[in-house]
Protein backbone atom coordinates (compact mmCIF):
# COMPACT_ATOMS: atom_id res chain seq x y z
CA UNK A 1 0.00 0.00 0.00
CA UNK A 2 1.18 3.23 -0.98
CA UNK A 3 0.83 6.31 1.27
CA UNK A 4 0.83 9.79 -0.07
CA UNK A 5 3.79 12.18 1.83
CA UNK A 6 1.60 15.00 2.72
CA UNK A 7 -1.55 13.96 4.93
CA UNK A 8 -4.72 15.16 3.10
CA UNK A 9 -7.71 15.28 5.94
CA UNK A 10 -10.19 15.47 3.24
CA UNK A 11 -9.70 11.87 2.45
CA UNK A 12 -10.06 10.43 5.89
CA UNK A 13 -12.03 12.84 8.06
CA UNK A 14 -14.98 12.24 7.41
CA UNK A 15 -14.87 8.72 7.09
CA UNK A 16 -13.25 8.48 10.80
CA UNK A 17 -16.10 10.18 11.92
CA UNK A 18 -18.69 7.99 10.05
CA UNK A 19 -17.35 4.93 11.28
CA UNK A 20 -17.04 6.31 14.78
CA UNK A 21 -20.41 7.21 14.68
CA UNK A 22 -21.46 3.87 13.16
CA UNK A 23 -19.67 1.96 15.78
CA UNK A 24 -21.60 3.89 18.91
CA UNK A 25 -18.18 4.83 20.00
CA UNK A 26 -19.73 8.78 21.00
CA UNK A 27 -22.32 7.12 23.44
CA UNK A 28 -21.85 6.67 26.89
CA UNK A 29 -20.08 3.06 28.37
CA UNK A 30 -23.39 2.10 30.18
CA UNK A 31 -21.76 0.84 33.31
CA UNK A 32 -24.21 0.95 36.39
CA UNK A 33 -21.81 2.66 39.12
CA UNK A 34 -18.32 4.74 38.60
CA UNK A 35 -17.41 7.93 37.86
CA UNK A 36 -19.63 9.84 34.83
CA UNK A 37 -19.20 12.99 32.84
CA UNK A 38 -21.46 15.23 31.10
CA UNK A 39 -21.82 18.29 29.05
CA UNK A 40 -25.10 19.49 27.59
CA UNK A 41 -23.63 21.61 24.05
CA UNK A 42 -24.83 25.09 23.89
CA UNK A 43 -27.54 24.68 20.96
CA UNK A 44 -25.92 26.52 18.02
CA UNK A 45 -29.12 28.63 16.02
CA UNK A 46 -30.39 26.84 13.30
CA UNK A 47 -30.88 29.47 11.22
CA UNK A 48 -27.63 29.86 9.45
CA UNK A 49 -23.88 28.21 8.97
CA UNK A 50 -22.19 27.75 12.43
CA UNK A 51 -19.49 30.56 12.68
CA UNK A 52 -15.80 30.62 14.03
CA UNK A 53 -16.87 31.19 17.65
CA UNK A 54 -18.83 27.86 17.39
CA UNK A 55 -15.84 26.04 16.27
CA UNK A 56 -13.67 27.05 19.41
CA UNK A 57 -16.94 25.57 21.46
CA UNK A 58 -16.43 22.71 20.38
CA UNK A 59 -12.37 22.28 19.67
CA UNK A 60 -12.42 23.12 23.87
CA UNK A 61 -15.87 21.34 24.59
CA UNK A 62 -14.62 18.13 22.30
CA UNK A 63 -10.98 18.25 23.81
CA UNK A 64 -12.69 18.01 27.49
CA UNK A 65 -14.73 15.54 26.23
CA UNK A 66 -12.41 13.52 24.72
CA UNK A 67 -10.17 13.69 27.85
CA UNK A 68 -12.44 12.68 30.31
CA UNK A 69 -13.41 9.28 28.24
CA UNK A 70 -9.63 8.44 27.73
CA UNK A 71 -9.98 8.45 31.83
CA UNK A 72 -12.60 5.56 31.67
CA UNK A 73 -15.13 7.62 32.28
CA UNK A 74 -18.83 6.89 31.55
CA UNK A 75 -18.87 9.88 28.92
CA UNK A 76 -21.87 12.03 27.71
CA UNK A 77 -21.68 14.83 25.49
CA UNK A 78 -25.33 16.08 23.94
CA UNK A 79 -25.91 17.50 20.67
CA UNK A 80 -28.69 20.66 20.16
CA UNK A 81 -29.93 23.29 18.71
CA UNK A 82 -31.35 26.10 18.92
CA UNK A 83 -34.54 27.69 17.12
CA UNK A 84 -33.37 31.13 18.39
CA UNK A 85 -37.19 33.00 18.46
CA UNK A 86 -36.57 35.91 17.73
CA UNK A 87 -33.03 35.79 15.91
CA UNK A 88 -34.40 33.12 13.70
CA UNK A 89 -37.61 35.53 13.17
CA UNK A 90 -34.82 38.51 11.61
CA UNK A 91 -33.23 35.89 9.65
CA UNK A 92 -36.38 34.59 7.65
CA UNK A 93 -37.92 38.46 7.57
CA UNK A 94 -34.55 39.39 5.83
CA UNK A 95 -34.98 36.80 3.36
CA UNK A 96 -38.85 37.79 2.90
CA UNK A 97 -37.21 41.36 2.04
CA UNK A 98 -35.21 39.72 -0.68
CA UNK A 99 -38.15 38.32 -2.31
CA UNK A 100 -39.64 41.73 -2.05
CA UNK A 101 -42.36 40.67 0.73
CA UNK A 102 -43.08 40.88 4.40
CA UNK A 103 -44.27 39.37 7.57
CA UNK A 104 -47.03 41.41 7.16
CA UNK A 105 -48.04 39.49 3.96
CA UNK A 106 -48.54 36.39 6.24
CA UNK A 107 -50.43 35.53 9.12
CA UNK A 108 -48.87 34.43 12.50
CA UNK A 109 -49.81 30.84 11.59
CA UNK A 110 -48.51 31.22 7.83
CA UNK A 111 -45.53 32.75 9.47
CA UNK A 112 -44.53 30.17 11.84
CA UNK A 113 -45.01 27.39 9.43
CA UNK A 114 -42.77 29.14 6.92
CA UNK A 115 -39.77 29.67 9.28
CA UNK A 116 -40.24 25.45 10.17
CA UNK A 117 -39.75 24.44 6.73
CA UNK A 118 -36.79 27.44 6.62
CA UNK A 119 -34.97 26.00 10.12
CA UNK A 120 -35.89 22.53 9.19
CA UNK A 121 -33.98 22.80 5.68
CA UNK A 122 -30.62 24.46 7.70
CA UNK A 123 -31.04 21.72 10.41
CA UNK A 124 -29.26 18.85 8.26
CA UNK A 125 -26.49 21.33 6.95
CA UNK A 126 -25.37 22.46 10.38
CA UNK A 127 -25.50 18.91 12.20
CA UNK A 128 -23.20 17.97 8.98
CA UNK A 129 -20.69 20.87 9.88
CA UNK A 130 -20.86 20.01 13.46
CA UNK A 131 -18.99 16.42 12.24
CA UNK A 132 -17.14 18.19 10.24
CA UNK A 133 -15.54 19.49 13.60
CA UNK A 134 -14.61 16.05 14.98
CA UNK A 135 -17.26 16.39 18.01
CA UNK A 136 -17.88 13.28 19.72
CA UNK A 137 -20.96 14.08 20.81
CA UNK A 138 -23.95 11.42 21.23
CA UNK A 139 -25.98 11.69 18.11
CA UNK A 140 -28.81 9.28 19.51
CA UNK A 141 -29.55 12.11 21.99
CA UNK A 142 -29.87 15.19 19.66
CA UNK A 143 -32.45 17.84 21.32
CA UNK A 144 -33.96 20.93 19.22
CA UNK A 145 -35.18 23.88 21.21
CA UNK A 146 -38.98 22.84 19.83
CA UNK A 147 -38.93 18.92 20.60
CA UNK A 148 -42.24 17.98 22.78
CA UNK A 149 -40.34 17.49 25.57
CA UNK A 150 -38.42 21.02 25.80
CA UNK A 151 -42.06 22.15 25.36
CA UNK A 152 -43.55 20.56 27.86
CA UNK A 153 -40.70 21.37 30.75
CA UNK A 154 -41.39 25.11 29.35
CA UNK A 155 -44.95 24.64 30.21
CA UNK A 156 -44.66 22.69 33.57
CA UNK A 157 -42.19 25.42 34.52
CA UNK A 158 -44.54 28.32 33.66
CA UNK A 159 -47.32 26.48 35.65
CA UNK A 160 -45.46 25.70 38.93
CA UNK A 161 -44.47 29.54 38.62
CA UNK A 162 -48.00 30.74 38.84
CA UNK A 163 -49.09 28.33 41.39
CA UNK A 164 -46.25 29.33 43.59
CA UNK A 165 -47.29 33.15 42.67
CA UNK A 166 -43.85 33.77 40.63
CA UNK A 167 -45.90 34.62 37.46
CA UNK A 168 -48.12 37.56 36.84
CA UNK A 169 -49.57 39.47 34.45
CA UNK A 170 -48.81 43.19 34.45
CA UNK A 171 -48.48 46.37 32.84
CA UNK A 172 -45.01 47.66 33.64
CA UNK A 173 -42.47 49.03 31.48
CA UNK A 174 -40.80 47.19 28.82
CA UNK A 175 -38.49 47.74 26.05
CA UNK A 176 -40.33 47.94 22.89
CA UNK A 177 -38.50 47.80 18.85
CA UNK A 178 -40.94 49.77 17.18
CA UNK A 179 -39.47 47.87 13.86
CA UNK A 180 -39.58 44.59 15.01
CA UNK A 181 -42.72 44.75 16.85
CA UNK A 182 -41.82 42.83 19.92
CA UNK A 183 -40.59 43.70 23.43
CA UNK A 184 -37.28 42.47 24.70
CA UNK A 185 -36.05 42.08 28.14
CA UNK A 186 -33.23 44.66 29.99
CA UNK A 187 -30.41 42.33 28.98
CA UNK A 188 -31.32 42.43 25.09
CA UNK A 189 -30.89 46.29 25.18
CA UNK A 190 -27.72 47.50 23.82
CA UNK A 191 -26.83 50.92 24.73
CA UNK A 192 -24.67 53.33 22.61
CA UNK A 193 -23.66 56.98 23.52
CA UNK A 194 -25.01 58.98 20.95
CA UNK A 195 -25.10 63.49 20.72
CA UNK A 196 -28.75 64.97 20.53
CA UNK A 197 -29.09 68.06 22.01
CA UNK A 198 -31.12 69.22 25.30
CA UNK A 199 -33.99 71.38 25.67
CA UNK A 200 -35.24 73.80 28.80
CA UNK A 201 -38.63 74.30 28.68
CA UNK A 202 -40.72 76.80 31.35
CA UNK A 203 -43.13 75.81 32.54
CA UNK A 204 -45.70 78.71 34.07
CA UNK A 205 -47.05 78.16 37.82
CA UNK A 206 -50.68 77.53 37.78
CA UNK A 207 -51.00 81.22 39.94
CA UNK A 208 -49.04 83.05 37.69
CA UNK A 209 -46.58 83.82 40.22
CA UNK A 210 -43.41 82.64 38.01
CA UNK A 211 -42.53 80.09 36.14
CA UNK A 212 -39.88 76.33 36.71
CA UNK A 213 -37.55 75.32 34.05
CA UNK A 214 -36.79 71.60 33.53
CA UNK A 215 -34.24 70.17 31.13
CA UNK A 216 -34.95 67.12 28.58
CA UNK A 217 -33.58 64.97 25.56
CA UNK A 218 -36.97 64.36 24.65
CA UNK A 219 -39.69 67.05 24.17
CA UNK A 220 -41.86 64.91 22.25
CA UNK A 221 -42.83 63.62 26.18
CA UNK A 222 -43.64 66.77 27.36
CA UNK A 223 -47.17 66.77 25.18
CA UNK A 224 -48.63 64.89 28.71
CA UNK A 225 -46.82 64.37 32.03
CA UNK A 226 -48.86 63.41 35.02
CA UNK A 227 -46.46 65.45 37.16
CA UNK A 228 -43.38 67.76 37.86
CA UNK A 229 -41.07 66.73 40.05
CA UNK A 230 -38.43 67.52 42.81
CA UNK A 231 -36.08 66.74 45.32
CA UNK A 232 -37.16 67.32 48.97
CA UNK A 233 -33.92 67.79 49.93
CA UNK A 234 -33.17 70.55 47.28
CA UNK A 235 -33.57 74.17 49.02
CA UNK A 236 -34.40 75.58 45.54
CA UNK A 237 -37.76 74.11 45.14
CA UNK A 238 -38.77 72.28 48.46
CA UNK A 239 -41.22 75.33 49.04
CA UNK A 240 -42.98 74.58 45.11
CA UNK A 241 -43.70 70.71 46.12
CA UNK A 242 -47.98 70.44 46.12
CA UNK A 243 -48.22 73.65 43.58
CA UNK A 244 -49.86 73.53 39.95
CA UNK A 245 -47.68 74.52 37.10
CA UNK A 246 -49.37 74.72 33.42
CA UNK A 247 -48.14 72.56 30.41
CA UNK A 248 -46.86 74.72 27.69
CA UNK A 249 -48.78 72.91 24.83
CA UNK A 250 -51.61 71.44 27.01
CA UNK A 251 -52.68 74.64 29.25
CA UNK A 252 -55.71 73.62 30.20
CA UNK A 253 -54.28 70.64 32.13
CA UNK A 254 -52.36 71.74 35.14
CA UNK A 255 -50.36 69.37 37.10
CA UNK A 256 -48.96 68.83 40.53
CA UNK A 257 -45.57 69.51 41.80
CA UNK A 258 -44.49 66.25 43.81
CA UNK A 259 -41.42 65.54 45.76
CA UNK A 260 -39.65 62.40 45.78
CA UNK A 261 -35.60 61.28 46.00
CA UNK A 262 -35.24 59.56 42.96
CA UNK A 263 -34.93 62.72 41.37
CA UNK A 264 -30.80 63.90 40.27
CA UNK A 265 -30.31 67.21 41.95
CA UNK A 266 -27.64 67.63 39.72
CA UNK A 267 -29.14 66.94 36.39
CA UNK A 268 -30.33 70.06 34.36
CA UNK A 269 -32.11 72.24 36.57
CA UNK A 270 -33.16 69.64 39.64
CA UNK A 271 -36.76 69.77 37.96
CA UNK A 272 -37.99 66.90 35.75
CA UNK A 273 -41.07 65.80 34.52
CA UNK A 274 -43.06 62.23 35.22
CA UNK A 275 -44.08 60.57 32.39
CA UNK A 276 -44.90 57.30 33.82
CA UNK A 277 -46.08 55.15 30.04
CA UNK A 278 -42.45 55.84 28.67
CA UNK A 279 -39.56 55.95 31.71
CA UNK A 280 -39.39 52.75 33.94
CA UNK A 281 -37.92 54.72 36.82
CA UNK A 282 -40.88 57.37 36.05
CA UNK A 283 -43.51 54.20 36.37
CA UNK A 284 -42.32 53.66 39.99
CA UNK A 285 -42.79 57.00 40.90
CA UNK A 286 -46.55 56.77 39.41
CA UNK A 287 -47.21 53.62 41.67
CA UNK A 288 -45.61 55.40 44.87
CA UNK A 289 -47.73 58.80 44.26
CA UNK A 290 -50.66 57.14 42.64
CA UNK A 291 -50.03 58.96 38.92
CA UNK A 292 -51.66 58.15 35.95
CA UNK A 293 -50.31 56.68 33.07
CA UNK A 294 -50.36 58.63 30.20
CA UNK A 295 -49.37 56.82 27.10
CA UNK A 296 -47.90 59.23 24.36
CA UNK A 297 -46.42 57.04 21.93
CA UNK A 298 -47.87 53.61 20.47
CA UNK A 299 -46.09 49.98 19.55
CA UNK A 300 -45.50 51.83 15.93
CA UNK A 301 -43.71 54.40 17.17
CA UNK A 302 -45.58 57.15 16.52
CA UNK A 303 -47.29 59.66 18.69
CA UNK A 304 -51.28 58.61 20.01
CA UNK A 305 -54.55 59.84 20.22
CA UNK A 306 -53.76 61.56 23.84
CA UNK A 307 -51.51 63.96 22.46
CA UNK A 308 -52.54 67.87 20.88
CA UNK A 309 -54.32 67.17 17.66
CA UNK A 310 -51.37 68.45 15.55
CA UNK A 311 -48.61 65.98 16.67
CA UNK A 312 -51.39 63.42 16.72
CA UNK A 313 -49.91 60.36 14.18
CA UNK A 314 -46.25 62.15 13.69
CA UNK A 315 -43.17 59.76 13.73
CA UNK A 316 -41.38 60.15 17.04
CA UNK A 317 -38.28 62.45 15.82
CA UNK A 318 -40.59 64.27 13.62
CA UNK A 319 -42.55 65.35 16.52
CA UNK A 320 -39.46 65.96 18.71
CA UNK A 321 -38.29 68.64 16.37
CA UNK A 322 -42.22 70.14 15.80
CA UNK A 323 -42.94 70.11 19.37
CA UNK A 324 -39.41 71.99 20.40
CA UNK A 325 -40.75 74.60 17.02
CA UNK A 326 -43.86 74.99 18.66
CA UNK A 327 -42.00 75.70 22.10
CA UNK A 328 -39.88 78.08 20.75
CA UNK A 329 -42.84 80.18 18.88
CA UNK A 330 -45.01 80.07 21.68
CA UNK A 331 -41.96 81.66 23.82
CA UNK A 332 -41.48 79.03 26.82
CA UNK A 333 -38.06 77.57 25.50
CA UNK A 334 -35.17 78.55 27.08
CA UNK A 335 -32.32 77.67 26.14
CA UNK A 336 -30.91 74.29 24.10
CA UNK A 337 -27.35 73.19 24.14
CA UNK A 338 -25.04 69.80 23.05
CA UNK A 339 -25.41 66.80 24.92
CA UNK A 340 -24.23 63.16 24.73
CA UNK A 341 -26.01 60.40 26.37
CA UNK A 342 -26.35 56.32 26.39
CA UNK A 343 -29.33 55.68 24.08
CA UNK A 344 -30.75 51.87 24.89
CA UNK A 345 -31.02 50.14 21.30
CA UNK A 346 -32.35 47.18 19.62
CA UNK A 347 -29.23 44.73 19.33
CA UNK A 348 -30.86 43.78 15.72
CA UNK A 349 -31.62 46.61 14.06
CA UNK A 350 -30.40 49.67 15.78
CA UNK A 351 -33.54 51.17 15.95
CA UNK A 352 -33.92 53.19 19.52
CA UNK A 353 -36.06 50.97 22.06
CA UNK A 354 -39.35 52.88 23.39
CA UNK A 355 -39.64 52.13 27.23
CA UNK A 356 -43.68 51.53 26.96
CA UNK A 357 -46.32 50.75 29.51
CA UNK A 358 -47.67 47.50 28.15
CA UNK A 359 -49.47 44.24 29.25
CA UNK A 360 -46.90 41.08 29.45
CA UNK A 361 -46.27 38.25 31.58
CA UNK A 362 -43.54 38.61 34.22
CA UNK A 363 -41.44 36.25 36.47
CA UNK A 364 -40.67 38.16 39.75
CA UNK A 365 -37.18 37.16 40.31
CA UNK A 366 -36.57 38.53 43.64
CA UNK A 367 -38.09 35.14 44.99
CA UNK A 368 -36.41 33.01 42.39
CA UNK A 369 -33.18 34.46 42.10
CA UNK A 370 -31.94 34.50 45.98
CA UNK A 371 -30.97 30.84 46.24
CA UNK A 372 -29.24 31.25 43.33
CA UNK A 373 -27.19 34.31 44.62
CA UNK A 374 -26.33 32.49 47.96
CA UNK A 375 -25.31 29.34 45.76
CA UNK A 376 -23.13 31.58 44.08
CA UNK A 377 -21.42 33.48 46.80
CA UNK A 378 -20.91 30.43 49.09
CA UNK A 379 -19.12 29.25 45.37
CA UNK A 380 -20.85 26.15 44.83
CA UNK A 381 -19.86 26.65 41.11
CA UNK A 382 -16.20 27.04 40.24
CA UNK A 383 -15.86 29.52 37.32
CA UNK A 384 -12.90 29.79 34.69
CA UNK A 385 -12.16 32.37 35.45
CA UNK A 386 -13.49 33.45 39.10
CA UNK A 387 -14.02 37.11 37.96
CA UNK A 388 -17.46 35.42 35.81
CA UNK A 389 -18.64 34.43 39.34
CA UNK A 390 -18.12 38.26 40.66
CA UNK A 391 -20.34 39.36 37.56
CA UNK A 392 -23.05 36.95 38.03
CA UNK A 393 -23.08 37.76 41.47
CA UNK A 394 -24.06 41.34 40.76
CA UNK A 395 -26.14 40.55 37.69
CA UNK A 396 -28.13 38.97 40.27
CA UNK A 397 -28.54 41.48 42.72
CA UNK A 398 -29.64 43.90 40.36
CA UNK A 399 -32.00 41.98 38.55
CA UNK A 400 -35.28 43.50 38.11
CA UNK A 401 -38.67 41.65 36.86
CA UNK A 402 -37.93 39.17 33.80
CA UNK A 403 -40.42 40.47 30.81
CA UNK A 404 -41.01 36.79 29.04
CA UNK A 405 -43.47 37.57 26.54
CA UNK A 406 -42.78 38.05 22.89
CA UNK A 407 -44.58 39.55 19.63
CA UNK A 408 -43.26 37.26 17.54
CA UNK A 409 -44.72 34.29 15.64
CA UNK A 410 -41.37 32.11 15.92
CA UNK A 411 -41.41 30.34 19.46
CA UNK A 412 -42.86 27.86 22.33
CA UNK A 413 -46.58 29.62 22.52
CA UNK A 414 -47.78 31.19 25.98
CA UNK A 415 -50.19 28.42 27.45
CA UNK A 416 -52.23 31.43 28.71
CA UNK A 417 -56.06 32.25 27.84
CA UNK A 418 -58.05 35.51 28.71
CA UNK A 419 -61.64 35.37 28.88
CA UNK A 420 -63.32 36.89 26.53
CA UNK A 421 -66.04 38.61 28.81
CA UNK A 422 -63.91 39.35 32.13
CA UNK A 423 -60.35 40.91 30.65
CA UNK A 424 -58.77 40.03 34.20
CA UNK A 425 -59.71 36.69 34.09
CA UNK A 426 -56.50 34.50 33.01
CA UNK A 427 -56.21 30.72 32.81
CA UNK A 428 -53.53 28.02 32.46
CA UNK A 429 -54.42 25.67 29.44
CA UNK A 430 -51.41 24.27 27.06
CA UNK A 431 -54.39 23.87 23.74
CA UNK A 432 -52.02 26.28 22.13
CA UNK A 433 -52.45 24.85 18.67
CA UNK A 434 -56.51 26.62 19.55
CA UNK A 435 -57.32 30.31 18.85
CA UNK A 436 -60.03 29.60 21.62
CA UNK A 437 -61.03 27.16 24.43
CA UNK A 438 -64.60 26.53 26.11
CA UNK A 439 -63.90 26.33 29.82
CA UNK A 440 -67.46 25.95 32.34
CA UNK A 441 -69.17 27.73 29.68
CA UNK A 442 -66.81 30.75 29.64
CA UNK A 443 -64.93 31.56 26.44
CA UNK A 444 -61.61 32.36 26.39
CA UNK A 445 -58.72 33.45 23.87
CA UNK A 446 -54.92 32.48 23.71
CA UNK A 447 -52.57 35.08 24.52
CA UNK A 448 -51.12 35.37 21.09
CA UNK A 449 -47.83 36.11 22.25
CA UNK A 450 -44.84 33.53 22.82
CA UNK A 451 -42.00 32.83 25.20
CA UNK A 452 -38.70 34.84 25.59
CA UNK A 453 -36.01 32.10 23.74
CA UNK A 454 -34.34 32.33 27.19
CA UNK A 455 -37.29 31.29 29.24
CA UNK A 456 -37.05 28.02 27.65
CA UNK A 457 -33.74 27.27 27.03
CA UNK A 458 -32.75 28.09 30.25
CA UNK A 459 -34.02 24.43 31.34
CA UNK A 460 -31.39 22.85 28.67
CA UNK A 461 -29.20 20.90 31.22
CA UNK A 462 -31.76 18.75 32.59
CA UNK A 463 -34.61 18.60 29.57
CA UNK A 464 -31.85 17.25 27.35
CA UNK A 465 -31.45 14.86 29.84
CA UNK A 466 -34.95 13.77 29.86
CA UNK A 467 -36.13 15.07 33.36
CA UNK A 468 -37.80 13.82 35.20
CA UNK A 469 -37.92 10.69 34.81
CA UNK A 470 -34.83 10.05 32.22
CA UNK A 471 -32.72 7.10 32.99
CA UNK A 472 -29.75 9.75 31.57
CA UNK A 473 -31.21 12.78 33.85
CA UNK A 474 -30.66 10.34 37.19
CA UNK A 475 -26.97 9.18 35.70
CA UNK A 476 -25.77 12.49 34.17
CA UNK A 477 -27.24 15.33 35.59
CA UNK A 478 -25.97 17.91 36.99
CA UNK A 479 -23.62 17.67 34.46
CA UNK A 480 -20.06 18.17 34.86
CA UNK A 481 -19.34 21.32 33.07
CA UNK A 482 -21.04 24.59 31.01
CA UNK A 483 -18.76 25.57 28.73
CA UNK A 484 -19.98 28.68 26.94
CA UNK A 485 -18.98 32.60 25.39
CA UNK A 486 -19.17 35.16 28.47
CA UNK A 487 -21.35 37.29 26.47
CA UNK A 488 -24.38 34.52 27.10
CA UNK A 489 -22.90 34.77 31.01
CA UNK A 490 -26.35 36.39 32.25
CA UNK A 491 -29.00 36.00 29.69
CA UNK A 492 -28.05 31.93 29.76
CA UNK A 493 -25.82 30.47 32.30
CA UNK A 494 -27.10 33.06 35.19
CA UNK A 495 -30.59 31.69 34.06
CA UNK A 496 -29.79 28.31 33.71
CA UNK A 497 -28.75 28.78 37.95
CA UNK A 498 -31.91 29.87 38.50
CA UNK A 499 -34.50 27.50 37.15
CA UNK A 500 -32.19 24.47 37.32
CA UNK A 501 -32.07 24.94 41.44
CA UNK A 502 -36.01 26.41 41.14
CA UNK A 503 -37.50 23.48 39.35
CA UNK A 504 -34.66 20.51 40.42
CA UNK A 505 -33.41 21.59 43.20
CA UNK A 506 -29.76 20.48 42.87
CA UNK A 507 -27.67 23.12 40.67
CA UNK A 508 -27.40 22.11 37.07
CA UNK A 509 -23.76 21.69 36.48
CA UNK A 510 -20.71 21.69 39.02
CA UNK A 511 -18.03 24.03 36.78
CA UNK A 512 -18.74 26.67 34.39
CA UNK A 513 -15.78 27.58 31.90
CA UNK A 514 -16.09 30.83 29.96
CA UNK A 515 -14.21 31.47 26.40
CA UNK A 516 -13.61 34.60 24.75
CA UNK A 517 -14.84 35.40 21.61
CA UNK A 518 -12.69 34.72 18.38
CA UNK A 519 -11.84 38.38 16.67
CA UNK A 520 -11.01 39.09 13.07
CA UNK A 521 -7.34 39.22 12.61
CA UNK A 522 -6.85 42.40 13.30
CA UNK A 523 -8.77 42.84 16.64
CA UNK A 524 -12.03 44.14 15.70
CA UNK A 525 -15.15 41.86 16.07
CA UNK A 526 -15.99 39.77 13.45
CA UNK A 527 -19.01 40.62 11.12
CA UNK A 528 -20.88 40.24 7.97
CA UNK A 529 -21.05 43.93 7.05
CA UNK A 530 -17.29 44.28 7.57
CA UNK A 531 -16.22 41.17 5.49
CA UNK A 532 -14.51 39.75 8.26
CA UNK A 533 -16.10 36.24 8.78
CA UNK A 534 -13.68 33.49 8.73
CA UNK A 535 -15.56 30.26 7.04
CA UNK A 536 -15.06 27.56 9.26
CA UNK A 537 -15.93 25.10 6.20
CA UNK A 538 -13.48 27.05 4.35
CA UNK A 539 -11.01 26.61 6.37
CA UNK A 540 -11.54 22.80 7.16
CA UNK A 541 -10.97 22.12 3.56
CA UNK A 542 -8.31 23.54 3.16
CA UNK A 543 -6.55 22.05 6.34
CA UNK A 544 -9.20 19.76 8.18
CA UNK A 545 -10.84 19.88 11.41
CA UNK A 546 -7.49 19.17 13.56
CA UNK A 547 -5.91 21.97 12.29
CA UNK A 548 -8.71 24.12 13.01
CA UNK A 549 -9.19 23.18 16.59
CA UNK A 550 -5.70 23.26 17.62
CA UNK A 551 -4.97 26.77 16.02
CA UNK A 552 -8.10 28.06 17.47
CA UNK A 553 -7.16 26.47 20.67
CA UNK A 554 -2.97 27.65 20.88
CA UNK A 555 -2.60 29.89 23.66
CA UNK A 556 -6.12 30.78 24.82
CA UNK A 557 -6.63 31.68 28.26
CA UNK A 558 -10.57 31.65 30.07
CA UNK A 559 -12.92 34.71 29.20
CA UNK A 560 -9.96 36.57 26.76
CA UNK A 561 -10.88 37.68 23.31
CA UNK A 562 -8.05 36.83 20.51
CA UNK A 563 -8.50 37.38 17.09
CA UNK A 564 -8.11 34.80 14.60
CA UNK A 565 -4.50 33.75 13.59
CA UNK A 566 -3.89 31.87 10.07
CA UNK A 567 -0.62 31.21 11.16
CA UNK A 568 -1.45 28.82 14.37
CA UNK A 569 -3.91 27.02 11.82
CA UNK A 570 -0.83 26.70 9.33
CA UNK A 571 1.28 25.31 12.15
CA UNK A 572 -0.77 22.93 13.35
CA UNK A 573 -1.50 21.60 9.59
CA UNK A 574 2.09 20.87 9.76
CA UNK A 575 2.35 19.39 12.92
CA UNK A 576 -0.72 16.94 12.27
CA UNK A 577 1.88 16.26 8.61
CA UNK A 578 4.42 15.22 10.91
CA UNK A 579 2.52 13.30 12.42
CA UNK A 580 1.38 11.64 9.31
CA UNK A 581 4.63 11.28 8.54
Not at 231 to 251: C, F, H, M, S, T
Request: aromatic share 10%; hydrophobic share 35%.
Amino acid sequence: MRLPKAYNPQEYESDIYALWEKKGAFQPSGKEEGDYFSIVMPPPNANADLHIGFGLTIAVEDTIVRYQRMKGKSTLFVPGADHAGFETQVVYEKHLKGQGKSRFDYSREELYKQIWDFVEQNKHNFQSQIRALGASCDWTRFTYTLDKKVVEQAYRTFSKMWQDGLIYRGKRIVNYCTFHGTSFSDIEVVHEEEDTQLWRIAYPLADGSGEVVIATTRPETKLGQSALMVNPNDARYKNLIGREVLQPLVPDTPITIIGDEHVDMKFGTGVVTVTPGHDPNDFEVAQRHNLPIIELITTEGKMSDNVPSQFKGMAVLDAREAVAEELAKRGMLRGVESYTHSVGKCYKCGTVIEPLALEQWFVNMDTLKQPALQALKENKIKFYPDSKRTQAIRYLEGLKDWNISRQIAWGIPIPAFQNTEDKSDWIFDTRVDQETIEVDGKTYQRDPDVFDTWFSSSSWPYTTLNYPDGQEFKQFYPTSLMETAGEILHQWVVRMVMLGLYTTGVLPFKDVYIHGLVLAEGGAKMSKSLGNVVNVMEIIAEHGSDALRMGLLAGRAPAVNRGYDRRRVHEARNFANKLWN
